[in-house]
């Protein structure tokens, strides 16, 4: 290929101070600001609605009222009030304001966003420590010089994973119906009005040792052995020999074999469960789809600021040119996925299932919806396709960013529908918090990235990883 051969590693170090420091820092304010102006919006929009709401019904209520002790002959009236429509019950009724005491508030709209964004980040970080585990398990040498900007990024498990827990336990009154349903005199009682067979049927897993110990020590499990891994890699730093390596491979194949399993219960209770009579045996596979193509395009954007700073010097074309690979690849798996999870509801004839695509392809979400396919597959598909796009700086950014961009709006049709519904909407509640969460996430990852040498110059590898080479 005309390159020299690299022989040796040096050290090389990311420095954490300056506009570096600053920019995470204000992006955090500016979206705590933007995100609490947005909740004051939102709260007053609401509490406008309701009050029209309530006129509203004010006046039917004044008009139907007017209308029963109206003359017959009185044609005006009988216009307003309909003649064949049934007098109004009292059962109807309670039920209609039971209905509406228990739908989305302004409150709900900030606790889907939270939750939206928590999960989201989180999924870099989790992506992040899997390729590292899959890497090592794989003795695969080509992605080694990435090791560090993989091991940064998880550095995130600890901060996102405290944040998601914090939010879910703080949201599950209100975004959870299950959660709400359980605490009422309904549950467990085939006879009472109001029993759910179908959320019977899930108790084993949606219930409250679910949400305050499964989901705690799952994510405590992920951080210990992503705390394992980066100690190993650390210490391997400064002591030569295959002892560290070994540790390593042995505990990432321990980690992969409990997130096969963990992953797909997190997935289940943290996002499908906000719609808790729908159910996809996809759903878990389709997380991890978003999970690791925008981790994938974080690290990308990692590699790509590394590069504009002078850094990661020794990362060459090859390397990147495979991780654009990646990238490309599973652009195609998410929309495997997606396709296969709709076409299982249309081919084995479930109408039931397909009230979650119904609520998806309706009202403001429709656009959304077609909006998500464009940016996450379409678009990067037909970018990435081509060779020499998996080697332009400026093209792999821009194609990472749509990807990020285009899964945002992925898991925001994932949550809103389900929680928010009709009063869902993209304001400066979303935006406040996604640039929050994501200064919270950038002043993690840079800060971690700054705590040791950018390359592991003693993983048996990295010689390998600095000459790769995929041919002409």
């Known amino acids: ?62 008009i139907e009222g007017h209308n029963a002790h109206a003359d017959e002959h009185s044609t005006t009236v009988l216009l307003i009030d309909n003649p064949h429509t049934e007098t109004t019950q009292p059962a109807e009724s309670h039920d209609a304001h039971a209905d509406e005491h228990h739908g989305p508030t302004w409150m709900t709209r900030v606790w889907a966003n939270l939750l939206m964004n928590s999960y989201y980040f989180w999924l870099f970080a989790v992506a992040a420590i899997f390729f590292i585990a ?25 901060v996102g994973s405290i944040l998601l827990v914090g939010i879910i336990i703080g949201s599950k009154d209100t975004l959870y119906h299950w959660v709400q349903y359980f605490h009422s005199s309904a ?27 499964f989901i705690p020590f799952v994510t405590i499990v992920w951080i210990m052995i992503r705390m394992k891994l980066r100690r190993n890699s650390l210490a391997e730093d400064s002591d030569k020999g295959l002892s560290m390596f070994k540790s390593s491979t042995k505990w990432s194949a321990g980690f992969i074999f409990f997130f096969a399993f963990s992953f797909s219960a997190l997935s289940w209770l ?30 990308m954007i990692i590699l790509q600021y590394l590069k504009i700073k002078g850094k990661m010097t ?3 074309d090859e390397v990147t040119h495979d991780l654009g690979k990646f990238m490309f690849a599973f652009c195609v798996f998410w929309a495997y996925i997606f396709l296969s999870q709709w076409l299982l509801i249309w081919y084995t004839n479930l ?17 959304l919806f077609f909006i998500n396919l464009f940016m996450c597959f379409i678009a990067p598909f037909l970018v990435l396709m081509m060779r020499n796009a998996k080697r332009s700086p400026v093209v792999l950014i821009l194609a990472a960013s749509i990807i990020l961009i285009g899964h945002w709006v992925d898991m925001y049709l994932l949550i809103m529908p389900g929680t928010v519904g009709d009063y869902a ?48």
């Open 134 to 158: 899959v890497n090592y398990v794989a003795n695969a040498g080509w992605a080694v010089m990435l090791k560090r900007i993989m091991e940064a990024q998880s550095s995130y498990l600890l």
């Open 314 to 316: 020794l990362v060459s």
């Open 351 to 367: 109408p039931e299932e397909t009230v979650y695509f119904a609520a998806r392809l309706s009202g403001d979400f429709k656009p």
């Open 270 to 299: 943290i996002i499908m469960s906000i719609d808790a009579h729908w159910y996809s045996t996809m759903f878990s596979v389709y997380n991890f789809a978003i999970s690791f193509v925008t981790g994938l395009s974080v690290m």
């Open 425 to 472: 909407g993209i304001g400066l509640l979303e935006i406040g918090t996604t640039i929050c969460f994501f200064g919270i996430f950038a002043y993690t990852v840079l800060h971690s990235l700054s705590k040791a040498n950018l390359y592991p110059i003693n993983h048996p590898y990295v010689l390998e990883s600095a000459n790769h080479d995929v041919g002409p």
């Open 187 to 213: 549950a467990g009682n085939p006879n009472a009005a109001g029993y759910d067979k179908i959320l019977e049927s899930k108790s084993w897993l949606l219930n409250n040792t679910s949400l305050f110990f």
């Open 1 to 62: 290929m005309g390159h020299h051969t690299i022989q040796e590693v040096s050290q090389e170090k990311f420095e954490f101070q300056g506009r570096a420091k600053l920019i995470p820092i204000l992006l955090i304010v500016l979206g705590a600001v933007l995100a609490i102006f947005g909740s004051l919006q939102v709260k007053n929009n609401w509490n406008s609605e309701d009050s029209h709401h309530s006129t509203t019904e004010t006046d039917s209520h004044a």
